[in-house]
Nanobody, 122 residues
Framework: QVQLVESGGGSVRAGGSLRLSCTAFGTVISMNTMGWYRQPPGQQRELVARISKNGEIYYSDFVKGRFTISRDDAKKQEYLQMNNLTPEDTAVYYC????????????????WGQGTQVTVSS
């Protein structure tokens, strides 16, 4: 009934920038805490950043000062602006969100996007 779809991944050279977007589809009433995670090759998935419904933001240390998370609740979207990318940022990036959805009887669900590849070359 609800899904998150990422876009904006791709390949860049070190020092470059990319902007990821995540859109919530379906009978989504509201987005609660939203986040971005990534999974580098051969490693476990890790938190990149998250933003609460009231705008409180957390960044993992490895992206502080380089990445910016934001959201547009009217568009049911969240974003990750990534600047000064390094080869260590190469990973599949996943959107995650806690969504309130439904018609009449509202429910809450934690949803993952399908992931988008970000590759940074030196």
């Amino acid at each position: 009934q609800v899904q998150l779809v990422e876009s904006g991944g791709g390949s860049v050279r070190a020092g470059g920038s990319l902007r990821l977007s995540c859109t919530a589809f379906g009978t989504v009433i509201s987005m609660n805490t939203m986040g971005w995670y990534r999974q580098p090759p051969g490693q476990q998935r890790e938190l990149v950043a998250r933003i609460s419904k009231n705008g409180e933001i957390y960044y993992s240390d490895f992206v502080k000062g380089r990445f910016t998370i934001s959201r547009d609740d009217a568009k049911k979207q969240e974003y990750l602006q990534m600047n000064n990318l390094t080869p260590e940022d190469t990973a599949v990036y996943y959107c995650n969100g806690n969504l309130q959805y439904g018609r009449g009887s509202l429910q809450q669900i934690d949803v993952w996007g399908q992931g988008t590849q970000v590759t940074v070359s030196s």
